[in-house]
């Protein structure tokens, strides 16, 4: 089995949650720009490569990046500095992890409620810049 970094929306992890959704469609080939002559010479080629999907196999785990919130007194600090396993990382898509030690991971899929953030949640930290 592979683990796999991929990116959904809210609302797409939402029904994976509740189990409305079980496929995911992503194309298999890209257009990728090319440029034979060397960079900013013309001509410019397009060329299809594989995408990083071609290599995903069923049974193969997919890791879900989605923004995230920690506490609003955290809101100046960068994701990379904030003090690691010593708070509530609340998720858009809903629940949580807290204070979990190295290597573990025990999300807490009620809380905070879908739908609903509480007051000390602090700004959206994106996908790509999780730190804690």
């Known amino acids: 089995m592979t683990d796999i970094p991929i990116m959904f929306s809210a609302p797409m992890v ?10 995911s469609r992503r194309l298999a080939k890209r ?9 900013g010479n013309p001509p410019t080629v397009l060329v299809e ?28 600090v960068k994701p990379a500095d904030l003090p690691p396993r010593t708070m509530t990382v609340a998720f858009d898509a809903g629940g949580s992890i807290a204070n979990q030690p190295a290597g573990c991971w025990a999300p807490d899929n009620g809380y905070p409620a879908r739908g ?17």
């Open 14 to 23: 939402q029904a994976e949650i509740d189990d409305l959704k079980f496929m």
């Open 49 to 76: 490569r594989d995408a990083p999907w071609t290599r995903v196999k069923v049974g193969d785990r997919l890791w879900v990046r989605e923004e995230w919130r920690v506490s609003r007194k955290w809101d100046a």
């Open 116 to 132: 609903v953030r509480p007051e000390w949640l602090g700004k959206r930290r994106a996908s790509m810049s999780i730190g804690v």
């Open 31 to 39: 257009l990728v720009k090319t440029y034979p002559n060397g960079r």
